[in-house]
């Protein structure tokens, strides 16, 4: 929808290692994308067909940069800019950026439709052995989802486990304060509806009853639009051009492949640290003051921006 | 404080029709970052560049191109795209009724309220109605030139519609292969089963707040005033053991801490 504006530079190739705790139980797990891109999404090209690709720029140098030369900033009320490292987003949290701790089991259906944002599935490491088959299995049974949080680039998840036919998926849930409610949305007040309005709404709903979905009506229709087209143009031989290489415009991942990849920095700085400095950070949770200072998050247009995290990694 | 309606069109059920306002139902808190050049923290900006030789290629001069096969694209002018556009109106088509079970929620893209616009008295008809039918609306409409797809249906009295992914995107099986070979026994999958359980309540999104936004909002306070920062990693875990023993000790410990009811 338009109000949903990509950052300009969001997030990269949802990869994530670590672990699923479950008590004392722990499975070591891969995070893969579960849903793949629209059939519609196109490349962007020039006139001639090369292949383009975004990059970024320092107007002061006039020169492109690497991914190595950049950091990222957030701008304070004052105007200051403050740098943040990958190490130290990691050390906001780091117990965080390792484990998903299902703390609380849930049924499933008591979820609103509206927290989920994203799904991945959750592939077994090989040293994961019979636990990833044994958190499906009990979850299955039990109709339940276990419900955790993680931290990757900079940004919290929090995610609703379940199990379909052996396979874990991880939802990502919209956190509540990133929900509006009729209230804070403005909408008046439910009032007493006519009753014979209603039957009459009710009678078209019980006419369009159906047992099911029809596939037909869930396809990409904008994409057999687009094939029809590009086949019938292909077949006059205009415009056709060789495949390799092209980027996605439509892909929100920024497009260069691997803009900051925490995770990698992440790993690294936990090759590096080793287990010496790994000290507990509690539970205990700085409460007001922060949610407010969370509001203040200002959303400024001037440069490039990141962002830590708005959707879920893109795919 | 209101939010802005996006959009505006009528649902169109049958016969009936009923006109909505359409809201987005979701705020972003994330906290914003400025990407910057590392040497002496310009902003940077992007740049749409040829691949091979890097050159900035302006906005006019860029091209789209459909993918035919894994070897062949088809460049589109973007006259012809424009012509490929839907007709734009302002219906929403509401197709079919399901039961709610019938979409998992793997399709659930963006959510939005639907408010009503003038006509109060259809809009929340509407919204009873529905809400005591206990379905989902599969939807379709024609938003600014792109085609939308969507589930209309009823909470707390008001009308909502979540856009919904394409078929394509989500019925894709995962190249996942669970070791079947290794099998929990019985035995474990009863101490799990009891673990979870002791551990089950109700879904309680508040008790969820971000509390790693609040932390990087700490951190960088403090980083703004000159207080050196004590970096921190994570020790990593092990994978279990012995995975009976780890459910026993793992159920005496939820056990003995009941009564202990906050998550997070």
């Known amino acids: 929808m338009p109000d949903a504006k990509q950052p300009p530079s969001a997030p990269v190739r949802p990869f994530w290692s670590g672990t699923i705790t479950f008590g004392l139980v722990s499975i070591p797990v891969d995070l893969v994308a579960a849903v793949g891109a629209r059939q519609k999404s196109m490349k962007l090209v020039d006139e001639e067909g090369h292949p383009l690709g975004r990059r970024y720029w320092c107007p002061k140098h006039e020169k492109i940069l690497d ?16 740098v943040v490292t990958d190490e130290e987003f990691a050390s906001a949290a780091p117990e965080k950026s390792r484990d998903i701790d299902l703390k609380r089991f849930v049924p ?16 077994p490491d090989e040293r994961a052995g019979k636990a990833y088959t044994l958190l499906a299995q009990t979850m299955e049974r039990t109709g339940k989802v276990g419900i955790g949080s993680f931290v990757m680039r900079g940004h919290e998840y929090l995610v609703a486990i379940l199990a379909e036919n052996g396979i874990l998926r991880a939802e990502v849930l919209r956190h509540a304060d990133e929900l509006r409610t009729p209230e804070s949305v403005g909408l008046p007040k439910p009032g007493k509806a006519d009753g014979s309005l209603v039957r009459a709404l009710g009678k078209e709903i019980d006419a369009l009853a159906k047992p099911g979905l029809d596939a037909a ?50 790993r690294k700085s936990l090759g590096a640290v080793g287990t010496a400095g790994a000290a507990r950070t509690s539970s205990a949770k700085p409460a007001a003051t922060a949610e407010k200072a969370a509001k203040k998050a200002p959303a400024r247009s001037a440069a490039a921006k990141t962002t830590a995290a708005k959707k879920a990694p893109a795919r | 404080m209101t939010a802005r309606a996006i959009w505006k069109g009528h649902l169109v059920l049958g016969k009936q029709e009923v006109p909505v306002k359409v809201y987005s139902a979701v705020e972003d808190q994330a906290v914003h970052f ?57 219906a929403i088509h509401v197709l079919r009724f399901v039961p709610r079970a019938a ?10 309220y639907l408010g009503p616009d003038d006509d109060d008295g259809a809009y929340f008809a509407l919204a009873q109605a529905l809400g005591d039918k206990g379905r989902l609306g599969i939807a379709r409409w024609v938003m600014r030139d792109k085609r939308y797809l969507g589930a209309l ?15 394509d995107q989500v019925l894709h099986v995962p190249a996942i292969r669970p070791d079947k070979a290794r099998t929990p026994s019985e035995a474990e999958v009863k101490l799990a089963e009891q673990l979870v359980e002791s551990i089950t309540g109700a879904f309680a999104p508040e008790e969820w707040h971000n509390e790693y936004r609040e932390r990087l909002h700490k951190l960088i306070e403090a980083k703004a005033k000159g207080t050196k920062l004590r970096l921190v990693a994570a020790k990593p875990k092990e994978a279990s053991g012995d995975l009976a023993e780890s459910l026993r000790a793992s159920l005496a410990a939820t056990t003995s801490s009941k009564g202990r009811k906050k998550v997070a």
Do not use: C
């Not at chain 1, 415009?239 to 925490?262: A, Q």
């Open chain 1, 67 to 82: 991914n190595d030369e950049l950091v990222r900033g957030y701008e304070t009320d004052s105007g200051k800019m403050v």
């Open chain 1, 108 to 123: 499933l259906d008591e979820i609103p439709p509206f927290f989920f944002e994203r799904p991945y599935f959750l592939a």
């Open chain 1, 217 to 266: 009506e869930m396809a990409d229709l904008e994409a057999e639009t687009l094939r029809k087209f590009a086949q019938q143009k292909a077949k006059k031989g205009t415009g056709v051009i060789s495949m390799d290489d092209l980027e996605d415009p439509d892909d929100d991942s920024g497009g260069s492949g691997e803009v900051i990849d925490l995770m990698e920095a992440l």
């Open chain 2, 34 to 90: 400025h990407l910057l050049h590392e040497k002496d923290l310009t902003p940077v900006e992007q740049r749409i560049v040829r691949k091979d030789n890097g050159r900035e290629v302006a906005k006019e001069a860029q091209r789209k191109a459909f993918p035919l096969d894994d070897r062949r694209a088809v460049i589109l002018e973007p006259s012809e795209l424009e012509k490929l556009e839907p007709e734009s109106d302002r």
């Open chain 2, 103 to 112: 979409l998992g929620e793997q399709w659930f893209d963006r959510p939005y």
């Open chain 2, 153 to 167: 249906s009823a909470a707390g009295g008001y009308l909502r519609m979540t856009t919904l992914r394409r078929a």
